[in-house]
């Protein structure tokens, strides 16, 4: 079919468009018109050899004209021959809190790019091709470059805030399966000679789940009552009311928006500090005790940065 086992195609132009949605009932109204080339995405057409193994994924690594890296895709190709797939114009981003770490390769997008050139280089196994796509701008609206480079300036600022709660979050469920392991360690103990202090060692790790428990509710709430309950704030949602405040433009944001990070900033600062007083003071003892009984080793939590 082809001489070599991979070729990518140029892209055509992919606008960001802004969307306005008109009040009141929720429809497409010009549904009419929605057909498949219809996407506000940037469309990735690129072909597959048949005479090699078909890959499970087909890795996509997207670069600006300075050669930094700004996001990478990952595909699965539908069949050999002719495959498009889709890109939205995003750069790479920080994972959710309520997603746990990947276990394959997978790269979470946030807020778009800039417009500009940008160069696609696609590949499996040893086989990579590259092509451009050109990112513009909503040519409707007014803003200047200058305006777009502030916004992915305070999105940086962003993302950095949100990997720190990320971080943060990990490191606590890392503490939570610590103190589930040294409670299965104490229910499988079989030494009558180590029952008292075994018991004294379950009361100070349930006094350390509950401290911990509560940090955790005030990174995210959670309460699986079944009847309907008005949640407190949490950390998560002070943190993306910052985040709809960012997005509500493409341009500069506004002066609420930058309260909104200070003040996400200032939590996520105090509750790192608290977390890592309490790692030091009140678990890392607890800690030190259990691995000193003769339970199965394991790697202690550190602080967060």
Same mark, same amino acid.
């Given at each position: #079919? *082809?001489?070599?086992?991979?070729? !990518? ?18 429809? +497409?109204?010009?549904?009419?018109? #929605?057909? =498949? ?14 005479? &090699? ?6 890795? !996509? ?13 990952? $595909? ?7 495959? /498009?797939?889709? $890109? ?6 920080? /994972? ?15 807020? =778009? ?7 696609? &280089? ?17 040519? /409707? ?49 079989? %030494? @009558?000679? *180590?029952?008292?202090?075994? %018991?004294?060692?379950? @009361? ?7 401290? *911990?428990?509560? #940090? ?22 002070? #943190?993306?009311?910052?985040?709809? *405040?960012?997005? @509500? @433009? =493409?341009?500069?944001?506004? +002066? ?24 030091? +003071?009140? $678990?890392?003892?607890?800690?030190? $005790? ?7 080793? !394991? ?7």
């Amino acid at each position: #079919m *082809l001489e070599t086992s991979l070729r !990518v195609f140029d892209a055509p132009t992919f606008y960001h468009a802004e969307f306005l949605e008109a009040a009141g009932t929720r429809f +497409a109204a010009d549904a009419h018109y #929605m057909g =498949q080339n219809r996407y506000e995405l940037g469309r990735i057409s690129y072909i597959l050899n048949d005479t &090699v193994d078909k890959p499970d994924t087909v890795t !996509v690594r997207i670069f600006n004209d300075n050669s930094e890296q700004v996001r990478t895709l990952y $595909w699965t190709p539908g069949e050999f021959g002719f495959n /498009r797939d889709y $890109w939205f114009g995003d750069r790479k981003g920080v /994972r959710s809190l309520r997603r746990p770490k990947p276990t394959k390769p997978n790269e979470p997008g946030t807020s =778009q790019v800039l417009p500009g050139d940008y160069v696609l &280089v696609v590949g499996y196994d040893d086989w990579t091709d590259s092509a451009r796509i050109t990112v513009e701008a909503d040519p /409707r609206l007014s803003y200047s470059m200058e305006d777009y480079t502030v916004h992915a300036e305070v999105v940086d600022e962003y993302l950095d805030l949100f990997g720190v709660l990320v971080e943060l979050n990990d490191r606590m469920t890392d503490v939570e399966k610590l103190i589930g392991h040294f409670e299965d360690e104490i229910s499988a103990n079989k %030494d @009558t000679a *180590l029952s008292d202090e075994l %018991d004294s060692l379950k @009361t100070s790790l349930n006094s350390a789940k509950d401290s *911990l428990n509560f #940090m955790q509710q005030w990174v995210q709430y959670e309460d699986d009552r079944e009847e309907s309950v008005d949640p407190p704030e949490d950390l998560e949602d002070i #943190m993306y009311d910052a985040w709809g *405040l960012i997005e @509500t @433009t =493409q341009g500069r944001p506004d +002066a609420a928006a930058y309260k909104a990070i200070r003040r996400a900033e200032n939590h996520v600062g105090k509750t790192r500090d608290d977390f890592n007083d309490w790692l030091n +003071a009140e $678990w890392k003892p607890v800690f030190e $005790w259990a691995s000193g009984v003769n339970f199965k080793p !394991v790697e202690a939590v550190e602080p967060v940065k």
